[in-house]
């Protein structure tokens, strides 16, 4: 589950860059040898969000729509959908996170991933992503003109 590549910097918010990445809504992608692909939230996300207290997941095995939500996340200042970033089936979800949620602020691209998806439209869709520099620099124009401050990094907190 690790990203193994270079990593990007964007007010100190960590990127990999061998990830996707859905910026409007914070998530990462990154499809697995076996074709799923494994759903996280970014490191902009758990410092926007602060610390996650509860995440709870739709029911594996069925299929849900881009955009449509696959699991919840809550904290003190923050309830929002994790949202399919592309159509598919719901084949696993991280229980660890019912354990411990907070593996989302402490491992966001390791440990904290929330699902995994069997893509049904992956070639279509993946077009709708963005990767590489284009996601830096789509990272640095979203926290810019929102005003948004440096992510912040809790005790404990794992490199990608």
Do not use: I
């Not at 193994?4 to 990127?15: I, T």
């Not at 970014?42 to 299929?63: E, I, S, Y």
């Amino acid at each position: 589950m690790e990203s193994g590549g270079p990593v990007a910097r964007v007010r100190n918010c960590l990127l990999p860059l061998d990830l996707y990445y859905v910026v409007e809504e914070h998530l990462w992608l990154r499809r697995e040898q076996d074709g799923t692909v494994t759903v996280g939230m970014t490191d902009v996300a758990q410092t926007t969000a602060g610390r996650v207290l509860v995440v709870t997941f739709r029911p594996v095995g069925r299929h849900y729509g881009r955009g449509r939500p696959v699991a919840v996340l809550e904290s003190g200042k923050w309830l929002g959908p994790v949202r399919a970033p592309v159509s598919g089936e719901l084949v696993a979800v991280n229980a660890g996170l019912l354990r411990e949620p907070d593996l989302v602020n402490r491992s966001p691209y390791r440990r904290g991933w929330v699902v995994r998806l069997r893509p049904s439209a992956w070639e279509q869709e993946v077009k709708l992503v963005q990767s590489g520099p284009e996601a830096v620099e789509a990272y640095e124009r979203y926290m810019a003109e929102r005003d948004l401050d440096d992510c912040v990094h809790c005790e404990g907190y794992e490199l990608p």
